[in-house]
């Protein structure tokens, strides 16, 4: 080991310009260690209290040992990435400044910096944890970022921004206390899996950002879950949210994606579906949301079978010309269906309709709710299926299971209120 000038220490130097790697012990000066690296080094820091600024601007390795802290001071950013090929790994990175308008952060990486990898780092009263623009190929990998919960949430910053990027990985992140937890606009092929989102206002809000995957993230107890909107070919799979106020996973001018195998539960819409075409919407649990679905805006062609509609005290809100038919290969499960099945074969005999006239009573008398199950109410129901003068446009499932796909169904019966 050979000690340099400035007290930090350089292990395992090459010869012919191979790879070093700086050792910063508390007391030192990270940046002073980033300004001595080479591009390709790794500066070590040892855990400790560090209270600076970084800016990275060439390709290296800045990788904490057993978690020091770096605090900005409540100024500025407290690391800004302007160089491509950086990996962060391993830090507490906290108390960046409160400029919106300067977009303060923890991790801050500018145009350019491509293939940042920022990794095992916890995220901590920061105003935008981390924020990417234009930076193609970055990985955020395994953070725990909690925002400003001193501050009300419009002067909060988001978790992650994701900004006019191509090709970003943010997988299993946990994220809260912050505006919105992945704030995601004008990018494409990327992959959100993973990720935990919880006490924000929306889980992600997404926009404009196509050809990408939303998979096994969940998204809870926040204002919306996860709302895509303005995109096209999304996948969107194996998704939980629940006990969001406002929707579970909204739908929002999309186009050609598939939505499937997903747990809405609790919320107060489960999917929120406007101006959305060409989509499927397939093998979901729509289960004890306030509306199961709010469907408007001519979301008319889509293929949305395999559905299980459990216990929603309203399965689905629609207002329309004309019907719109779901169900035409397999049909979904409505827990209140009140058809039956007389050859055995779990399939309704008779189809279900979510927007009959009992259905408008409870929209505009609330207090019809409290003798839906009576033989007077069912008798009413039944004579207007009858005279279509009395029926609203609805949806209509002609092939409605009676028996639930969804196989774990019972466990969010167990574990919401009701």
């Given at each position: 080991?050979?000690?340099c ?13 191979a ?27 040892a ?19 057993d978690?020091?802290?770096i ?12 160089a ?45 944890g ?6 193609d ?22 978790g992650?921004q ?19 937890g992945?704030y ?26 196509n ?17 895509l909107?303005?995109?096209r ?21 999309i ?5 499937e ?26 289960s ?18 395999g559905?299980?509609?459990i ?9 329309a ?23 055995g ?46 029926r609203?446009?609805s ?7 009676t028996?639930?796909?969804n ?10 209120p009701?």
């Amino acid at each position: 080991m050979l000690a340099c000038a400035s007290g930090l220490a350089i292990l395992g130097t090459a010869a012919d310009g191979a790879a070093a790697v700086l050792r910063v012990n508390p007391g030192q000066s990270i940046a002073a260690a980033v300004a001595r690296a080479a591009p390709g080094d790794t500066v070590e820091v040892a855990r400790g209290d560090y209270r600076e600024h970084l800016r990275i601007d060439k390709p290296l390795t800045l990788r904490g040992l057993d978690q020091p802290t770096i605090s900005g001071g409540f100024t500025g950013d407290v690391i800004r990435v302007t160089a491509t090929d950086v990996t962060i790994a391993g830090f507490n990175v906290r108390d960046s400044g409160l400029d919106l308008d300067a977009q303060n952060a923890g991790i801050y990486v500018v145009p350019g910096a491509h293939r940042v990898t920022i990794a095992d780092c916890a995220l901590v009263f920061n105003l935008f944890g981390i924020w990417l623009e234009n930076a193609d190929n970055a990985k955020v990998l395994r953070n725990v970022i909690t925002g400003r919960r001193d501050q009300m949430s419009v002067k909060r910053g988001n978790g992650i921004q994701v900004y006019n990027t191509r090709g970003a990985q943010i997988v299993d992140n946990n994220i809260s206390f912050t505006r919105d937890g992945i704030y995601v606009d004008v990018s494409r092929d990327a992959l959100f899996r993973g990720n935990k989102i919880h006490h924000v206002r929306y889980g992600t809000h997404y926009m404009n950002t196509n050809h990408s995957t939303w998979e096994n993230n969940e998204s809870y107890l926040n204002r919306g879950g996860l709302a895509l909107m303005e995109v096209r070919d999304l996948i969107v799979r194996n998704n939980v949210a629940w006990g969001n106020t406002d929707h579970g996973i909204m739908l929002r001018t999309i186009q050609d994606s598939v939505i499937e195998n997903n747990v809405v539960a609790g919320n107060g819409r489960g999917f929120f579906i406007y101006d959305a075409e060409f989509n499927v919407v397939r093998n979901n649990l729509v289960s004890h949301n306030h509306t199961g679905v709010h469907l408007s805006a001519g979301s008319s062609n889509n293929e949305v079978d395999g559905n299980d509609f459990i216990g929603n005290e309203e399965q689905v809100k629609f207002v329309a010309a004309r019907d719109v038919e779901w169900g035409r290969k397999q049909g979904n499960y409505w827990s209140n269906y009140s058809g039956w099945d007389q050859d055995g074969d779990g399939v309704g005999d008779v189809p279900y309709e979510a927007n009959d006239l009992v259905d408008r009573l409870n929209w505009q008398y609330p207090l019809v709710k409290l003798v839906l199950s009576s033989p007077s109410v069912q008798t009413l129901r039944f004579v207007a299926r009858q005279f279509p003068l009395l029926r609203a446009p609805s949806i209509v499932d002609r092939h409605p299971r009676t028996r639930p796909l969804n196989p774990n169904w019972r466990r969010w019966n167990d574990i919401l209120p009701h």
